[in-house]
């Protein structure tokens, strides 16, 4: 090689956040690969100062930073299509997270192949579940691409390591006592692990939540919400129709002001162990009660409850970050089957942190007056039941029949 020529310095495309652990990965990457560091800043609508940010990452050493603005893509692509599965993990966790790690991750493909790089880096602990989420979707999209985890390579084994590491090359660390929790907010959610959470036999503090208000704090007067939907998926609030970013937005505050959509949970992470978060996701959560009224009114009974059981295992491919395997994606087919009638309005109640239902209404109800009430009517015979139930108890009778009979025998 001559004087003249330089070595090619290979890339490395870092999701970050500008936070302590992606701070302190740059110079890390840096010191460690020679790699030259392209960081990546995901806007999930978290509402972070990406000029800062950018800044920040420049100071630190990466060569370039892409902000990319992930927000409508990801209620689009990502949350409507849950939202219409029905899928929340164990009962009350309404996937937050988990939804937003796959469209980081498929982002950071998009800037690794533009760039021509060689790798890509994340932040996630080798702990939680995040890594998996990054890694699997690396693995379904740009399976070339090395990944690097720091978490699980460097010898940094504790925040404090990790504030020293940025302390010795001069990078500002964003610490505060006042929060001691991990959190990860975007425009559905905002989460909240650690520190006194740790023990699920405290209550979280009065002072915890950063977007909802306490029920105790919430209005006295009872609020009134109508949300539209069109084959499954919001598409107006109080009969005006919004795009998908200000829906969100906004019911996101109509919630947060009564309290709703807080959901305290000890869930089992993929890797193994069990985990104490609370999460706040008021607009979420209308949205969900709102849609499970309207697929009640819209759905019969041997779709609908399919549909249940079905997901329950949507809601763990997307916990699990197979987002993007086949299954998911053929759900996918089976739910947009099902929302083809699920087109009407839903009125709700909200009141000090509760979703009361207040009424729905859809061109495509299977919801017939005629054939349901008490009153005298002409369209169901009632000495039709008879036959049916002789029928569908039939079995029941044949085998108390033989029990009968063997007893007998005794």
Same mark, same amino acid.
């Given at each position: 090689?001559?004087?003249?020529?330089?070595?090619?310095?290979?890339?490395?495309?870092?999701?970050?956040?500008?936070?302590?652990?992606?701070?302190?990965?740059?110079?890390?990457?840096?010191?460690?690969?020679?790699?030259?560091?392209?960081?990546?800043?995901?806007?999930?609508?978290?509402?972070?100062?990406?000029?800062?940010?950018?800044?920040?990452?420049?100071?630190? #050493? %990466?060569?370039?930073?892409?902000?990319?603005?992930? $927000?409508? @893509?990801?209620?689009?692509?990502?949350?409507? !299509?849950? *939202? =219409?599965?029905?899928?929340?993990?164990?009962?009350?966790?309404?996937?937050?997270?988990?939804?937003?790690?796959?469209?980081?991750?498929?982002?950071?493909?998009?800037?690794?192949?533009?760039?021509?790089?060689?790798?890509?880096?994340? #932040? %996630?602990?080798?702990?939680?579940?995040?890594?998996? $989420?990054? @890694?699997?979707?690396?693995?379904?999209?740009? !399976?070339? *691409? =090395?990944?690097?985890?720091?978490?699980?390579?460097?010898?940094?084994?504790?925040?404090?390591?990790?504030?020293?590491?940025?302390?010795?090359?001069?990078?500002?660390?964003?610490?505060?006592?006042?929060?001691?929790?991990?959190?990860?907010?975007?425009?559905?959610?905002?989460?909240?692990?650690?520190?006194?959470?740790?023990?699920?036999?405290?209550?979280?503090?009065?002072?915890?939540?950063?977007?909802?208000?306490?029920?105790?704090?919430?209005?006295?007067?009872?609020?009134?919400?109508?949300?539209?939907?069109?084959?499954?998926?919001?598409?107006?609030?109080?009969?005006?129709?919004?795009?998908?970013?200000?829906?969100?937005?906004?019911?996101?505050?109509?919630?947060?002001?009564?309290?709703?959509?807080?959901?305290?949970?000890?869930?089992?992470?993929?890797?193994?162990?069990?985990?104490?978060?609370?999460?706040?996701?008021?607009?979420?959560?209308?949205?969900?009660?709102?849609?499970?009224?309207?697929?009640?009114?819209?759905?019969?009974?041997?779709?609908?409850?399919?549909?249940?059981?079905?997901?329950?295992?949507?809601?763990?491919?997307?916990?699990?970050?197979?987002?993007?395997?086949?299954?998911?994606?053929?759900?996918?087919?089976?739910?947009?089957?099902?929302?083809?009638?699920?087109?009407?309005?839903?009125?709700?109640?909200?009141?000090?942190?509760?979703?009361?239902?207040?009424?729905?209404?859809?061109?495509?109800?299977?919801?017939?007056?005629?054939?349901?009430?008490?009153?005298?009517?002409?369209?169901?015979?009632?000495?039709?039941?008879?036959?049916?139930?002789?029928?569908?108890?039939?079995?029941?009778?044949?085998?108390?029949?033989?029990?009968?009979?063997?007893?007998?025998?005794?």
């Amino acid at each position: 090689m001559s004087k003249t020529q330089k070595k090619e310095v290979k890339k490395v495309v870092l999701a970050y956040s500008g936070g302590l652990d992606t701070s302190v990965i740059i110079p890390w990457l840096i010191e460690n690969y020679g790699y030259e560091v392209i960081a990546m800043c995901a806007d999930v609508g978290q509402g972070d100062d990406f000029e800062f940010i950018k800044k920040k990452a420049l100071k630190t #050493g %990466a060569s370039k930073v892409y902000v990319e603005d992930l $927000r409508e @893509e990801f209620i689009t692509e990502y949350i409507w !299509p849950t *939202l =219409k599965a029905g899928a929340v993990y164990e009962g009350k966790y309404l996937l937050g997270t988990s939804m937003a790690r796959p469209i980081i991750a498929q982002a950071l493909a998009r800037v690794a192949e533009k760039e021509g790089a060689e790798a890509i880096s994340h #932040g %996630a602990t080798g702990k939680g579940n995040d890594q998996v $989420r990054f @890694e699997l979707t690396i693995k379904a999209l740009a !399976p070339h *691409l =090395k990944i690097i985890a720091p978490w699980r390579l460097w010898d940094i084994r504790s925040r404090e390591d990790a504030i020293d590491y940025a302390e010795k090359r001069g990078i500002p660390v964003p610490v505060t006592k006042a929060r001691p929790y991990s959190m990860d907010a975007n425009l559905w959610h905002l989460s909240h692990e650690g520190a006194d959470l740790e023990d699920p036999w405290n209550e979280p503090k009065p002072d915890l939540c950063m977007i909802s208000v306490s029920p105790e704090a919430a209005p006295d007067q009872a609020e009134y919400v109508e949300v539209g939907f069109e084959q499954g998926v919001p598409v107006s609030v109080n009969g005006k129709k919004m795009k998908p970013i200000a829906l969100v937005s906004k019911l996101n505050e109509i919630g947060a002001a009564h309290g709703v959509g807080v959901a305290d949970l000890v869930e089992n992470r993929l890797v193994g162990m069990k985990s104490r978060g609370v999460y706040e996701t008021p607009g979420g959560s209308i949205l969900y009660y709102a849609h499970r009224e309207l697929e009640a009114l819209t759905l019969d009974r041997a779709t609908l409850h399919y549909k249940e059981q079905m997901a329950v295992r949507y809601s763990e491919l997307v916990y699990d970050g197979m987002w993007f395997a086949p299954l998911r994606e053929a759900l996918d087919a089976f739910v947009n089957e099902t929302q083809k009638t699920v087109t009407g309005t839903v009125r709700l109640k909200l009141y000090k942190g509760n979703i009361m239902s207040a009424g729905a209404k859809s061109p495509y109800s299977l919801y017939n007056e005629g054939f349901v009430t008490f009153g005298r009517d002409e369209v169901y015979n009632q000495q039709d039941a008879e036959g049916f139930i002789n029928l569908f108890g039939l079995p029941l009778k044949i085998r108390a029949l033989m029990m009968q009979r063997e007893a007998k025998k005794k």
